[in-house]
């Protein structure tokens, strides 16, 4: 598929909590707040995933949670990529040995979903902003490739 | 109440558990009626991690960056409890200067946790100026935490009888300037919380806790507080430096408005407590003494201590947003926790919610659930099932958000005429 010229100015992003400690979603806030704001480079967190071009993805996926993230991941129209912020996304993190997660989310996700790691415990605002250049690299990529 | 197909005009209302912008996975179902909402049922677990099964696989000094990660707003508070029950199941005594900067981090917590909640609050009522504003002047003590221990979250400072770094002389000049920097600030957030009419009017009245239902529902922290009852830990059972210092239980009465548990009074006692946290931290500085951090350096040392205690303990710490425990058993020749409980305080403030709710408006949610200032708060997906035909609605978190605004915006409107 093809992506529209609009796309490579604003990139909107969805925020997607799977149990996480609540430290990498007030990165992701401060990130967007003004010391750091992202939105003057057009990145936008927005309130539904079907608005959403990247899925910024925090927590280590709880049980209860498991179904719902796939129902998002789902949701999010295609070319999507997933950023997962902070370690417990990427390796479950300290919570490694608990009984209560499912995670890390690369096991759960489709084989051919694109996926940014992002690290840090919690991560700072500027590893985020990284990510998301990142992100929007690899979309720019993917349209490369469908052209 | 899905099945009470008699009732004709009470709708069921899930919110939750997936939040876009703030908050953690929870789930929240209200009964409607109309635009009233006559019932409200928390539904946790969304967030469930086993942390206390994980607690107990692992060695103590393993356990500090796992409790740590319980929150990441209140990462202080959870390190600062865990290791005082395991110095008390131990019989450990952490250093003077220790217990000094132990207080000194926990203010420095509050400030960022309170103003964070500002913002939160301001955002929710939709003054989203505002929201960027205080976690603007957030960034600030953030800067400073991060100066003193190198990280902005998760501070790894605890350790079993004392910190992990000091807080030597020459960074006291970084920490006045911040507490100089909020000082000159509180005057115009005053004026934006205290004294701004439509904030005024969508925060006066609305989310009442009565000082009866307050105490019979066991709530804690500021929620509370508000509503006259005085509830403090600092106060009550001094823990760390507190019961060297000087502190004054935060109501409303001191400054002369009623204490009457509404969305105001709950602004009113944050934004004081910043005050006060201020004035804790100049105290300590003042009479810090001079002495070591630890009072016994050697981690080998105290690990084998842990290994042959036998006991329980218990560390209760006055967090943010009220009254929290861990409880912790050691048994001899166990190098694991025996047992570990963790009682947060939005725990306790859930309970609050019903009587809180009951009588509002659907647009009054987004505000309420942020006043007591959950740890797990979630305002995403709101569902409307019409019990009669079974026809479901959606609300996204902006349409509620929406909903909200425009709420302002009339009574902004008839405020104008």
Same mark, same amino acid.
């Given at each position: 598929?093809?992506?529209?010229? $609009?796309? !490579?100015?604003?990139?909107?992003?969805?925020?997607? @909590?799977? &149990? /996480?400690?609540? %430290?990498?979603?007030?990165?992701?806030?401060?990130?967007?707040?003004?010391?750091?704001?992202?939105?003057?480079?057009?990145?936008?967190?927005?309130?539904?995933?079907?608005?959403?071009?990247?899925?910024?993805?925090?927590?280590?996926?709880?049980?209860?949670?498991?179904?719902?993230?796939?129902?998002?991941?789902?949701? $999010?129209? !295609?070319?999507?990529?997933?950023?997962?912020?902070? @370690?417990? &996304? /990427?390796?479950? %993190?300290?919570?490694?040995?608990?009984?209560?997660?499912?995670?890390?989310?690369?096991?759960?996700?489709?084989?051919?979903?694109?996926?940014?790691?992002?690290?840090?415990?919690?991560?700072?605002?500027?590893?985020?902003?990284?990510?998301?250049?990142?992100?929007?690299?690899?979309?720019?990529?993917?349209?490369?490739?469908?052209? | 109440?899905?099945?009470?197909?008699?009732?004709?005009?009470?709708?069921?209302?899930?919110?939750?558990?997936?939040?876009?912008?703030?908050?953690?996975?929870?789930?929240?179902?209200?009964?409607?009626?109309?635009?009233?909402?006559?019932?409200?049922?928390?539904?946790?677990?969304?967030?469930?991690?086993?942390?206390?099964?994980?607690?107990?696989?692992?060695?103590?000094?393993?356990?500090?960056?796992?409790?740590?990660?319980?929150?990441?707003?209140?990462?202080?508070?959870?390190?600062?409890?865990?290791?005082?029950?395991?110095?008390?199941?131990?019989?450990?005594?952490?250093?003077?200067?220790?217990?000094?900067?132990?207080?000194?981090?926990?203010?420095?917590?509050?400030?960022?946790?309170?103003?964070?909640?500002?913002?939160?609050?301001?955002?929710?009522?939709?003054?989203?100026?505002?929201?960027?504003?205080?976690?603007?002047?957030?960034?600030?003590?953030?800067?400073?935490?991060?100066?003193?221990?190198?990280?902005?979250?998760?501070?790894?400072?605890?350790?079993?009888?004392?910190?992990?770094?000091?807080?030597?002389?020459?960074?006291?000049?970084?920490?006045?300037?911040?507490?100089?920097?909020?000082?000159?600030?509180?005057?115009?957030?005053?004026?934006?919380?205290?004294?701004?009419?439509?904030?005024?009017?969508?925060?006066?009245?609305?989310?009442?806790?009565?000082?009866?239902?307050?105490?019979?529902?066991?709530?804690?922290?500021?929620?509370?507080?508000?509503?006259?009852?005085?509830?403090?830990?600092?106060?009550?059972?001094?823990?760390?430096?507190?019961?060297?210092?000087?502190?004054?239980?935060?109501?409303?009465?001191?400054?002369?408005?009623?204490?009457?548990?509404?969305?105001?009074?709950?602004?009113?006692?944050?934004?004081?407590?910043?005050?006060?946290?201020?004035?804790?931290?100049?105290?300590?500085?003042?009479?810090?003494?001079?002495?070591?951090?630890?009072?016994?350096?050697?981690?080998?040392?105290?690990?084998?201590?842990?290994?042959?205690?036998?006991?329980?303990?218990?560390?209760?710490?006055?967090?943010?947003?009220?009254?929290?425990?861990?409880?912790?058993?050691?048994?001899?020749?166990?190098?694991?926790?025996?047992?570990?409980?963790?009682?947060?305080?939005?725990?306790?403030?859930?309970?609050?919610?019903?009587?809180?709710?009951?009588?509002?408006?659907?647009?009054?949610?987004?505000?309420?659930?942020?006043?007591?200032?959950?740890?797990?708060?979630?305002?995403?997906?709101?569902?409307?099932?019409?019990?009669?035909?079974?026809?479901?609605?959606?609300?996204?978190?902006?349409?509620?958000?929406?909903?909200?605004?425009?709420?302002?915006?009339?009574?902004?409107?008839?405020?104008?005429?």
């Amino acid at each position: 598929m093809k992506l529209s010229k $609009t796309f !490579d100015k604003a990139l909107w992003v969805f925020h997607l @909590n799977s &149990g /996480s400690c609540n %430290g990498c979603d007030i990165e992701i806030v401060a990130a967007v707040t003004p010391r750091y704001d992202v939105e003057r480079f057009g990145i936008k967190l927005v309130g539904s995933p079907r608005h959403a071009d990247v899925l910024l993805f925090t927590g280590p996926v709880t049980r209860k949670m498991k179904n719902r993230v796939l129902r998002v991941y789902h949701q $999010t129209p !295609d070319p999507k990529v997933v950023m997962v912020i902070g @370690n417990c &996304g /990427s390796t479950t %993190g300290v919570f490694y040995d608990s009984y209560a997660i499912e995670g890390p989310i690369d096991t759960l996700l489709p084989e051919d979903a694109h996926i940014i790691y992002v690290n840090g415990c919690p991560v700072r605002p500027e590893n985020i902003i990284n990510g998301v250049k990142e992100a929007w690299l690899h979309l720019e990529e993917l349209r490369g490739d469908n052209k | 109440m899905r099945n009470e197909g008699k009732d004709e005009t009470t709708y069921e209302v899930p919110i939750g558990p997936i939040h876009p912008a703030l908050k953690e996975p929870f789930l929240i179902k209200f009964k409607i009626d109309g635009e009233r909402i006559v019932g409200a049922e928390a539904h946790p677990g969304m967030n469930h991690r086993g942390i206390e099964f994980m607690g107990m696989h692992r060695n103590p000094y393993k356990v500090i960056p796992l409790s740590e990660r319980i929150c990441g707003i209140c990462s202080i508070v959870h390190q600062h409890m865990f290791v005082t029950a395991v110095e008390h199941a131990a019989s450990i005594e952490p250093t003077n200067r220790a217990r000094y900067i132990r207080v000194i981090m926990s203010e420095l917590e509050r400030i960022h946790s309170h103003v964070l909640w500002a913002g939160v609050a301001a955002h929710e009522i939709g003054f989203d100026t505002h929201l960027h504003f205080t976690w603007m002047i957030r960034e600030k003590v953030m800067d400073l935490l991060e100066y003193i221990t190198g990280n902005r979250v998760n501070y790894a400072m605890w350790t079993f009888g004392g910190v992990n770094r000091d807080i030597p002389k020459k960074m006291y000049p970084k920490i006045e300037a911040t507490l100089k920097y909020y000082e000159e600030l509180y005057g115009k957030l005053e004026e934006i919380f205290l004294g701004d009419p439509s904030i005024r009017l969508r925060t006066i009245g609305v989310g009442v806790l009565t000082k009866e239902e307050a105490l019979n529902l066991c709530g804690v922290g500021p929620t509370v507080r508000a509503s006259g009852v005085r509830k403090d830990v600092r106060i009550d059972q001094p823990y760390a430096a507190y019961g060297d210092l000087d502190i004054e239980y935060q109501l409303p009465s001191l400054y002369g408005y009623k204490d009457t548990g509404d969305v105001f009074s709950k602004t009113l006692v944050r934004l004081k407590e910043l005050v006060q946290s201020i004035d804790i931290i100049r105290q300590c500085l003042d009479q810090i003494p001079n002495e070591d951090i630890n009072s016994e350096p050697k981690m080998a040392a105290t690990l084998n201590k842990l290994k042959k205690a036998d006991g329980e303990g218990i560390g209760r710490i006055e967090a943010p947003r009220g009254e929290a425990f861990h409880y912790v058993r050691l048994k001899e020749g166990k190098e694991e926790l025996d047992c570990w409980k963790v009682r947060a305080s939005t725990y306790n403030n859930l309970a609050t919610y019903a009587p809180m709710f009951m009588g509002e408006q659907i647009a009054d949610i987004p505000i309420i659930a942020a006043c007591i200032d959950p740890c797990i708060g979630c305002m995403d997906r709101a569902e409307i099932v019409d019990v009669n035909t079974g026809k479901r609605w959606e609300y996204e978190h902006e349409e509620l958000q929406r909903l909200s605004v425009k709420k302002t915006e009339k009574l902004l409107g008839g405020l104008k005429r």
